[in-house]
């Protein structure tokens, strides 16, 4: 790392909360950007302990993942259009989450929703798969 970028860490970890809130509300007016956007992270699930008494029965899968595929770019600003009001996110998230197809759309949904979902993204051109 260079000096430069050094010293700027050794002050930013000298700078109270009071502080370090008013860089931040300044960063966001210099640049034009908001600091409370945070990028969609995917939980990580563990697996715990696997009751093997009811190993015979099979279990129906009641919550799904909806996956944007594939997305024609004739057909890109509908399927945005759609991704943003199944996902409530602005639209400069919702065009990232679309040009970086394949990508998932929402997870743990229940059977209902996710048909519902991948309706609506088929119907705007988008090719659509549920896991």
Request: glycine share 2%; net charge negative.
């Amino acid at each position: 790392m260079n000096t430069k970028i050094t010293n700027i860490i050794e002050d930013l970890k000298s700078l109270t909360l009071l502080e370090a809130a008013e860089l931040i509300k300044q960063i966001e007016e210099t640049f034009d950007v908001d600091a409370s956007i945070t990028s969609q992270s995917q939980a990580i699930v563990m697996p715990t302990a696997v009751d093997n008494s009811n190993k015979n029965e099979i279990e129906e899968k009641t919550e799904f993942d909806i996956i944007l595929e594939e997305v024609p770019a004739a057909k890109k600003i509908a399927i945005l259009k759609v991704v943003r009001s199944i996902t409530g996110l602005g639209l400069k998230e919702a065009k990232a989450l679309v040009e970086s197809a394949p990508k998932m759309i929402k997870d743990n949904t229940n059977k209902e929703n996710s048909e519902e979902i991948k309706q609506q993204l088929e119907e705007a051109g988008a090719k659509v798969s549920i896991k």
